[in-house]
């Protein structure tokens, strides 16, 4: 009799024991199945954007963080981007949002605030950062750069790059400085040295590779605030 139990209880045992990894094994399908259900939802959100997408990376929201964090490679700016998806019971409810204007929006905002601070300084060059953190409305009520600069979001630092500044007169940089003032902005005007084709240099390099270069001498970074209130300090 005792035997027959012991039986009786090894197989209950294997039963159980095979039936834990299985549930085990059905669990990580599912979880694995929901992961790229969302990586797919995610390029299907991204579909707006005029540019082909890769994942990189995916990390999934836990106590810690709320959001579904994705790193995404844009092919069109050779450049990596984040996507930050918050859980919802239904798709509907799914909260998607994306830096990928600070991409798309640096080529055409270096060029628009070149065009204002050309009125001035006529030899500068500029390029811009964007610092704003996310544009839920973009591609979707703000379509550009100009959307963007007469919105509420807008926030850059510019910088301005020209070999015939000089910061003994500031008469020039006056000027710039007060035709931006009705909007919150950084301005670094950087005095650089003269070279041969300086405006390809600086539209063909990206700001960190020009900032590093030896072009630079020296800078005068300016914070004009919300109620145009400017400070100055030379570098």
């Known amino acids: 009799m005792k035997r027959m139990l012991m039986i009786l209880l090894m197989i209950s045992l294997i039963i159980g024991i095979g039936g834990c990894i299985g549930n ?9 199945e929901a992961v790229e259900a969302l990586k797919n939802k995610a390029l299907d959100y991204l579909s ?6 890769e994942l990189v990376s995916f990390q999934s929201a836990s106590l810690m963080a709320q959001y579904n964090d994705l790193v995404v490679y844009s092919s069109k700016y050779d ?11 239904k798709d509907e409810e799914m ?11 640096v080529e055409p905002g270096s060029e628009y605030m070149n065009e204002i601070v050309r009125e001035y300084l006529p030899n500068a060059n500029t390029k811009i950062k964007l610092l ?3 544009i839920k409305e973009y591609k979707d009520g703000i379509e550009d750069f100009v959307d963007y600069y007469n919105s509420k979001y807008f926030l ?3 910088y301005v790059f020209d070999s015939t500044l000089s910061f003994e007169n500031k008469s020039k940089i ?8 009705s909007k919150p902005i950084m301005v670094e005007f950087v005095q650089i040295k003269e070279q041969a084709k300086v405006e390809d240099f600086v539209k063909n390099h990206t700001l960190n590779e020009i900032l590093e270069s030896e072009l630079p001498i020296k800078s005068l970074e300016f914070t004009i605030s919300k109620n145009g209130e400017i ?5």
């Open 24 to 32: 085990g094994k059905e669990e990580s399908v599912s979880k694995e």
């Open 48 to 53: 707006k954007y005029d540019d082909d997408f």
């Open 79 to 89: 450049a990596n981007f984040n996507v930050h998806i918050k859980d919802g019971e």
């Open 95 to 105: 909260e998607f949002t994306d830096d990928y204007f600070t991409l798309d929006l």
């Open 132 to 134: 704003t953190q996310s």
């Open 156 to 158: 850059i630092k510019l």
């Open 174 to 181: 006056n000027s710039v400085l007060e035709r931006l003032k």
């Open 231 to 235: 400070e100055g300090t030379i570098k």
